[in-house]
């Protein structure tokens, strides 16, 4: 039928479960989370509904529309390039007020809105009253109300929007600012409607608001405009920051006067949520319970862990073995057996600790903790001269650094978010843990789960002292104040953490049979030839290439083997374990390997922690450098992330283990 496609955009605050209603209209998996700049990119799905085909976009959350920050941008100017057909903004019922904000920008924008109350359960259990229909009479636009989490509304919702859809009439109100600035206002649409050439996507009303208020993205759409001149002077006339200041007044006026008639909050009193915030964000016990936390999470990884591992493990020792008595001729069952599955089967070994430290982490952050630990470390950021919000982007690069540095994009400050990208890559990934898992089970026994946490703690530590040294020298300045609301403890989904956990172990498997398989394949054949040398011998092309790096690897404790292991683990550190696989000749036995680094007199607790720490701040992989450049724009800053962590790697190895050598470890 005609018209039967509809494209609707979600957009709302941070943390107002836009992503989850997302979820909840496509089926779509896309991970939830309870801090903004989780949803760093617009995502769309697909819903097929009473014979409508309706396209989801997932749009950035945010504020506000001023946009200062790169997530407001994308957000804005999708609604007004793109033109959906609907925009829904999902606002927190519980949090009614705040949001209302977004609402008047939005209907500056021209566009058709649709407000989705969602967490209503959370806003009737306070206690609180909302009037639906006086509501829609304040707004001039319909509001349905949904607990997406629970997939209530969903249905109601979908109606709506064919509903909307299908009456095409324009819903929204305007905020009027006062004589003063309505004047200018209309002088500047009247100087911008002379203008042919304008891209009539944007209202001209709300391109001289957002000129007032001195929008710089803005002002550069109109730079061509041969009008452009006069719309300046126009500008240059007012003061410019009294006018901003005087916007937002008129807003909030507007908000403060509709709201009491639109909702009745329930008596003021402590929520669960309140009690529990009392505890776990005290200025006292805050840290100290977000570091047991965390390092429980370690201590549950490595012991649920073990038994899977094994499992694994003596599963890819057998087909490693039948493959290897199997094939002909020699050197395609080496390759196969030592090369190809002992080294992929080297690092799968692990996939039962990736799997179960991103559940923990995942129940964490489903149920609104992790937002917390934002918000505690906060002060200390501010301190050290980062932004509150640099650290959700370091949170989220326990899991992979990638989206970590693309989540600073929610950072409004263009010195803050350089920062964080920066020291991002510190920040302990999911792909460094097999590392600490080799080494520290093997030299550490019992203690490992603690050395492994220690591993993370460190990566934090150099972070923060690189952020410090960065804003002193570099980068200068100071970090804009962290506003950031917080969600309320929810009982996380186990469906939420599952997918989450998939997700991100899908990513290791998938790494392992893409960029892991061809290293270890390179690996194999340079331990190989040339022909006649021993497998993986000092004489072979990978011994030439590990005695050419060893002496600068030689302080820290590492012989050419390791040396061999660190260079591949430029391209993904799995890669160094499934280097050791190789190169010490145990293939995909775990044990094997385990026993013959034990054997080796050159290995030891001391040099395993330095190759342990050196691992974690040495170079980022490929991935991670590429998106650095992605997300700096600039050559310059990638390369100097690069080397920057190159010699913060050599200077932390070398003092963990020269100052070992000292003490007489």
């Not at 992503?19 to 617009?42: D, I």
């Not at 396209?55 to 959906?84: C, F, H, M, Q």
């Not at 429980?296 to 490693?320: H, K, N, Q, Y």
């Not at 342990?612 to 992605?630: H, N």
């Given at each position: 039928m005609d018209g039967s496609k509809i494209k609707i955009a979600l957009t709302g605050n941070p943390n107002v479960g836009k992503t989850t209603l997302f979820n909840a209209l496509t089926g779509s998996r896309q991970h939830v989370g309870n801090w903004p700049g989780v949803t760093v990119e617009k995502k769309s799905g697909n819903v097929s509904y009473k014979n409508y085909d309706i396209e989801v976009i997932d749009l950035p959350g945010t504020y506000s529309l001023t946009a200062y920050s790169i997530d407001e941008i994308v957000a804005r100017n999708y609604i007004i390039e793109e033109k959906p057909d609907i925009v829904i903004q999902v606002v927190d019922a519980s949090n009614l007020e705040r949001n209302l904000y977004l609402t008047?920008?939005?209907m500056e924008l021209g566009s058709e809105i649709l407000i989705v109350l969602n967490m209503c359960d959370i806003a009737e259990e306070r206690g609180d009253r909302i009037y639906i229909d006086k509501m829609e009479e304040l707004l001039a636009t319909p509001v349905i109300k949904t607990v997406a989490s629970q997939k209530k509304g969903i249905c109601d919702?979908?109606?709506k929007v064919i509903e909307?859809?299908?009456?095409?009439?324009?819903?929204?109100h305007e905020i009027g600012y006062g004589a003063e600035i309505e004047e200018k206002i209309l002088e500047i649409e009247q100087v911008l409607a002379e203008d042919e050439t304008r891209d009539s996507r944007y209202p001209l009303r709300w391109i001289s608001i957002r000129l007032l208020e001195g929008d710089s993205n803005v002002r550069e759409k109109i730079s061509d405009s041969p009008v452009y001149d006069r719309?300046?002077?126009?500008?240059d006339s007012i003061d410019q920051e009294e006018f901003e200041a005087e916007i937002a007044d008129k807003r909030y006026i507007a908000i403060n006067t509709i709201f009491p008639q639109m909702c009745t909050r329930a008596n003021d009193k402590l929520t669960k949520s309140d009690m529990v915030d009392r505890v776990l964000t005290n200025k006292y016990l805050g840290i100290p319970i977000f570091l047991a936390l965390m390092w429980g999470a370690f201590e549950l990884t490595f012991a649920f862990a073990t038994p899977f591992m094994d499992m694994i493990d003596l599963a890819a020792s057998?087909?490693?073995?039948?493959?290897?008595?199997?094939?002909?001729?020699?050197w395609l069952a080496s390759l196969v057996g030592d090369g190809i599955i002992g080294g992929v089967g080297a690092v799968l070994v692990f996939v039962p600790n990736i799997f179960i430290l991103f559940f923990l982490l995942s129940l964490l952050e489903g149920s609104g903790y992790l937002a917390r630990a934002a918000f505690i470390?906060?002060?200390?950021?501010?301190?050290?001269?980062?932004h509150g919000k640099s650290f959700i982007p370091m949170l989220m690069g326990f899991g992979c650094n990638v989206p970590a540095i693309m989540a600073a994009r929610s950072i409004e400050d263009e010195k803050d978010r350089l920062i964080t990208i920066l020291v991002v890559p510190f920040v302990s990934c999911g792909a460094r843990l097999p590392i600490y898992v080799l080494f520290a089970g093997t030299f550490f026994g019992r203690q490992a789960g603690t050395v492994i946490f220690g591993m993370y703690i460190l990566g934090i530590v150099i972070a923060i002292i690189s952020a410090k040294l960065l804003r002193v020298t570099v980068v200068r300045g100071k970090p804009a104040p962290f506003i950031m609301e917080l969600p309320p403890y929810r009982v996380p989904t186990l469906r939420t953490s599952l997918i989450h956990m998939w997700d991100n172990g899908f990513m290791y498997i998938k790494k392992a049979g893409s960029i892991i398989l061809v290293g270890v394949v390179v690996i194999w054949a340079l331990a190989s030839f040339p022909w006649g040398v021993e497998y993986g011998s000092e004489d072979s092309y990978v011994g030439s290439l590990g005695h050419a790096v060893e002496p600068l690897l030689k302080p820290l404790g590492f012989d050419w083997k390791i040396s061999v292991a660190l260079i591949f683990g430029l391209v993904a550190k799995e890669i160094v374990v499934a280097s050791m696989g190789v190169l010490y000749g145990a293939g995909d036995n775990s044990e094997a390997l385990t026993e013959r680094l034990m054997a080796d007199p050159g290995l030891n607790a001391l040099n395993s922690l330095s190759l342990m720490a050196f691992s974690l701040l040495y170079m980022p992989c490929?991935?991670?450098?590429?998106?650095?450049?992605?997300?700096?724009?600039?050559?310059?800053?990638?390369?100097f992330a690069i080397f920057y962590g190159i010699i913060v790697a050599w200077i932390t190895a070398f003092v963990i283990y020269q100052g070992g050598v000292m003490l007489g470890y």
């Amino acid at each position: 039928m005609d018209g039967s496609k509809i494209k609707i955009a979600l957009t709302g605050n941070p943390n107002v479960g836009k992503t989850t209603l997302f979820n909840a209209l496509t089926g779509s998996r896309q991970h939830v989370g309870n801090w903004p700049g989780v949803t760093v990119e617009k995502k769309s799905g697909n819903v097929s509904y009473k014979n409508y085909d309706i396209e989801v976009i997932d749009l950035p959350g945010t504020y506000s529309l001023t946009a200062y920050s790169i997530d407001e941008i994308v957000a804005r100017n999708y609604i007004i390039e793109e033109k959906p057909d609907i925009v829904i903004q999902v606002v927190d019922a519980s949090n009614l007020e705040r949001n209302l904000y977004l609402t008047t920008q939005l209907m500056e924008l021209g566009s058709e809105i649709l407000i989705v109350l969602n967490m209503c359960d959370i806003a009737e259990e306070r206690g609180d009253r909302i009037y639906i229909d006086k509501m829609e009479e304040l707004l001039a636009t319909p509001v349905i109300k949904t607990v997406a989490s629970q997939k209530k509304g969903i249905c109601d919702l979908l109606d709506k929007v064919i509903e909307q859809k299908e009456i095409k009439q324009y819903h929204g109100h305007e905020i009027g600012y006062g004589a003063e600035i309505e004047e200018k206002i209309l002088e500047i649409e009247q100087v911008l409607a002379e203008d042919e050439t304008r891209d009539s996507r944007y209202p001209l009303r709300w391109i001289s608001i957002r000129l007032l208020e001195g929008d710089s993205n803005v002002r550069e759409k109109i730079s061509d405009s041969p009008v452009y001149d006069r719309v300046i002077q126009i500008i240059d006339s007012i003061d410019q920051e009294e006018f901003e200041a005087e916007i937002a007044d008129k807003r909030y006026i507007a908000i403060n006067t509709i709201f009491p008639q639109m909702c009745t909050r329930a008596n003021d009193k402590l929520t669960k949520s309140d009690m529990v915030d009392r505890v776990l964000t005290n200025k006292y016990l805050g840290i100290p319970i977000f570091l047991a936390l965390m390092w429980g999470a370690f201590e549950l990884t490595f012991a649920f862990a073990t038994p899977f591992m094994d499992m694994i493990d003596l599963a890819a020792s057998w087909v490693a073995g039948y493959v290897s008595s199997s094939l002909q001729p020699e050197w395609l069952a080496s390759l196969v057996g030592d090369g190809i599955i002992g080294g992929v089967g080297a690092v799968l070994v692990f996939v039962p600790n990736i799997f179960i430290l991103f559940f923990l982490l995942s129940l964490l952050e489903g149920s609104g903790y992790l937002a917390r630990a934002a918000f505690i470390m906060d002060k200390l950021m501010y301190k050290i001269g980062m932004h509150g919000k640099s650290f959700i982007p370091m949170l989220m690069g326990f899991g992979c650094n990638v989206p970590a540095i693309m989540a600073a994009r929610s950072i409004e400050d263009e010195k803050d978010r350089l920062i964080t990208i920066l020291v991002v890559p510190f920040v302990s990934c999911g792909a460094r843990l097999p590392i600490y898992v080799l080494f520290a089970g093997t030299f550490f026994g019992r203690q490992a789960g603690t050395v492994i946490f220690g591993m993370y703690i460190l990566g934090i530590v150099i972070a923060i002292i690189s952020a410090k040294l960065l804003r002193v020298t570099v980068v200068r300045g100071k970090p804009a104040p962290f506003i950031m609301e917080l969600p309320p403890y929810r009982v996380p989904t186990l469906r939420t953490s599952l997918i989450h956990m998939w997700d991100n172990g899908f990513m290791y498997i998938k790494k392992a049979g893409s960029i892991i398989l061809v290293g270890v394949v390179v690996i194999w054949a340079l331990a190989s030839f040339p022909w006649g040398v021993e497998y993986g011998s000092e004489d072979s092309y990978v011994g030439s290439l590990g005695h050419a790096v060893e002496p600068l690897l030689k302080p820290l404790g590492f012989d050419w083997k390791i040396s061999v292991a660190l260079i591949f683990g430029l391209v993904a550190k799995e890669i160094v374990v499934a280097s050791m696989g190789v190169l010490y000749g145990a293939g995909d036995n775990s044990e094997a390997l385990t026993e013959r680094l034990m054997a080796d007199p050159g290995l030891n607790a001391l040099n395993s922690l330095s190759l342990m720490a050196f691992s974690l701040l040495y170079m980022p992989c490929v991935a991670t450098v590429g998106v650095i450049k992605k997300e700096t724009g600039s050559w310059k800053w990638t390369a100097f992330a690069i080397f920057y962590g190159i010699i913060v790697a050599w200077i932390t190895a070398f003092v963990i283990y020269q100052g070992g050598v000292m003490l007489g470890y």
